[in-house]
């Protein structure tokens, strides 16, 4: 028998409050459905919960000068439609899409998805994609961190005790023919994925790459650069040297050594790495350029 309060605050302030007042023994309930795991197994034993059901001003989309700012409780359905209304989502939508089932896109959040920290999740590695920044809150004050530090390992995350995370920032395209690719592999319908790579590449006007990002989902603890890769991409003109993007994938695959699980060897892992990263970049290129100046 779980032996806890429930409470629903009805603003931030409230539940500030409330996990600065029950410290280590609080735990924040979203959409809930990795939180109920966790009770069911007896992983946690929370003194009090924490619903963000009721919270006020943790469920828009808005577009600004800074970027596209998501609160914290937008559902998985929602994100999946919202690269319709904001074109720089449109990565982050595709990846929202493949989450698991309907029913669990319908009651998991944005905020649940990125603080559970799966190694797997599809939410993150778009994120991380898209070089997102979450906005931490607690009664001490508030902070931006990119979602790279954000992420510490497996369902670990640098959050302090006492803190909420209630808006991620997707930073606007700095150069107009940009574009962000989502791509994963599961053998099932449904589930996890086994890799998955976000490609986000951005072309001047003579065709020269700036700034690529490669991002690998479920090969290592939390979503990973291709650091190796990126590079190779960096400063090449992608119009004339295509060369260059089978080049990064291979060196995306070769570059890590990914976590062996019981249905996927890391051989297979990285095979799966350079394929998914060469479909991912060669689409990346062919939207930026179907930008129009
Ligand atoms: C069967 C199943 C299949 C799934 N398949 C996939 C998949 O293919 N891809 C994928 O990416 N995900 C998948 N998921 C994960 C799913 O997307 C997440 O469970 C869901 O998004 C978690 O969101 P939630 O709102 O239910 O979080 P909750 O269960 O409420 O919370 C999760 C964790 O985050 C903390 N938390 C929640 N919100 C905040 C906040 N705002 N600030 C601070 N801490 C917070 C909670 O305390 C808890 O520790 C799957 C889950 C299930 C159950």
Avoid: W
Wanted: proline residues 5%; hydrophobic residues 40%.
């Amino acid at each position: 028998m779980l032996n806890c309060c429930y409470c629903e605050p009805t603003t931030v302030a409230e539940a500030l409050t409330l996990l600065a007042e029950h410290g280590d023994g609080a735990r924040v309930v979203a959409g809930g459905q990795v939180i109920a795991l966790l009770l069911r197994q007896g992983f946690i034993k929370p003194s009090c919960l924490v619903s963000l059901q009721s919270v006020a001003g943790l469920d828009g989309i808005t577009a600004e000068q800074r970027g596209v700012r998501i609160g914290a409780m937008v559902t998985l359905h929602r994100l999946g439609n919202a690269g319709n209304e904001y074109p720089t989502l449109r990565a982050l939508s595709e990846a929202a899409h493949t989450v698991a089932d309907q029913h669990i896109r319908n009651r998991g959040t944005l905020g649940g998805n990125i603080c559970g920290a799966h190694p797997a999740s599809d939410i993150n590695t778009a994120l991380m994609t898209l070089n997102a920044e979450v906005t931490l809150v607690s009664t001490q004050g508030e902070r931006m961190v990119n979602l790279h530090e954000f992420l510490a390992g497996p369902f670990t995350t640098t959050a302090k005790p006492g803190e909420l995370l209630t808006e991620v920032t997707i930073p606007g395209f700095a150069l107009r023919r940009s574009a962000a690719v989502y791509c994963r592999f599961s053998p099932r319908a449904g589930d996890f994925p086994v890799v998955s790579v976000g490609a986000f590449v951005s072309l001047d006007d003579t065709g020269q790459c700036q700034e690529p990002r490669i991002v690998l989902g479920n090969c290592l603890g939390a979503p990973t650069r291709a650091t190796e890769a990126e590079q190779r991409l960096a400063h090449r003109n992608l119009l004339e040297d295509t060369r260059s993007l089978t080049e990064a994938a291979t060196l995306a695959a070769t570059h890590l050594t990914p976590r062996s699980e019981p249905m996927a060897s890391s051989a297979y892992k990285q095979d799966l790495v350079g394929v998914l990263t060469r479909a991912a970049l060669t689409e990346a290129v062919a939207r930026a350029l179907e930008v129009r100046p």
